[in-house]
């Protein structure tokens, strides 16, 4: 029997955390290794969405965030508050912001990464950067802090585009990759950690509701 030619999901023992609930959204923790929407395959249906659903059946799905990437994420109750909350996401009110571990010491304390991002069709799903054809991509970034005897450097990332692996392309492309990422990192930073060092830390958008600004902080276990 052939195997399938689709990637199935190792299962994940750990569940979203509520960090915020009110009538109309909630605040969630996203764990890595967990889909935010459910997969084309039938092995692949387990998500956060899937998961949330079973107490909250009108919960939806307005951004997402990689399975690799854990983290904060913004889950709306109902219908109005899910429009409210993503044309926050198309007009760039949202603000995020990243907490990750990169191979190397960055010698600025902070500085713009500013790559155009392309599909990469022969590799699907990566992607690249494409200086002819790809979107405009702007990352911030800002040192947290350095390990010399690791030679690691932990960064606070702000990008203000979202494309598709933006963090991980941009942070590969000027030479410190993401520690376990399986896609963009080389030899030696993949096998550092075994699971992507990236996550989802602070989450500020408009409560569709009351107006006021709600702002979701989520730290990261590693």
């Given at each position: 029997m052939n195997s399938p030619s689709y990637y199935i999901v190792p299962v994940c023992l750990k569940e979203p955390d509520i960090l915020y609930r009110d009538e109309h959204l909630l605040l969630v923790s996203k764990p890595e290794f967990l889909l935010s929407v459910p997969g084309r395959a039938i092995e692949n249906k387990d998500c956060l969405i899937t998961r949330l659903q079973t107490l909250h059946p009108s919960a939806s799905i307005v951004h997402r965030l990689d399975l690799d990437?854990?983290?904060?994420?913004?889950?709306?109750?109902?219908?109005?508050a899910h429009s409210h909350i993503s044309r926050q996401f198309q007009e760039r009110q949202v603000t995020k912001h990243y907490t990750a571990e990169v191979f190397g010491l960055l010698r600025d304390n902070s500085g713009c990464i500013e790559l155009p991002i392309g599909k990469d069709w022969p590799n699907r799903p990566k992607q690249k950067i494409d200086t002819d054809k790809g979107k405009a991509s702007t990352t911030h970034w800002h040192v947290l802090q350095?390990?010399?005897?690791?030679?690691?450097?932990?960064?606070?990332?702000?990008?203000?585009?979202?494309?598709?692996?933006?963090?991980?392309?941009?942070?590969?492309?000027?030479?410190?990759?993401?520690?376990?990422?399986?896609?963009?990192?080389?030899?030696?930073?993949?096998?550092?950690?075994?699971?992507?060092?990236?996550?989802?830390?602070?989450?500020t958008f408009t409560h569709p509701f009351s107006d006021k600004v709600l702002f979701g902080y989520c730290p990261p276990e590693f």
């Open positions: 990437t854990s983290g904060i994420m913004v889950v709306p109750l109902k219908k109005t350095r390990f010399p005897d690791e030679n690691k450097t932990r960064v606070l990332l702000k990008p203000v585009t979202g494309r598709t692996h933006q963090l991980r392309i941009h942070l590969s492309a000027i030479g410190h990759p993401i520690l376990g990422c399986d896609m963009y990192a080389h030899e030696e930073a993949l096998a550092r950690s075994p699971r992507l060092l990236l996550h989802a830390t602070f989450l």
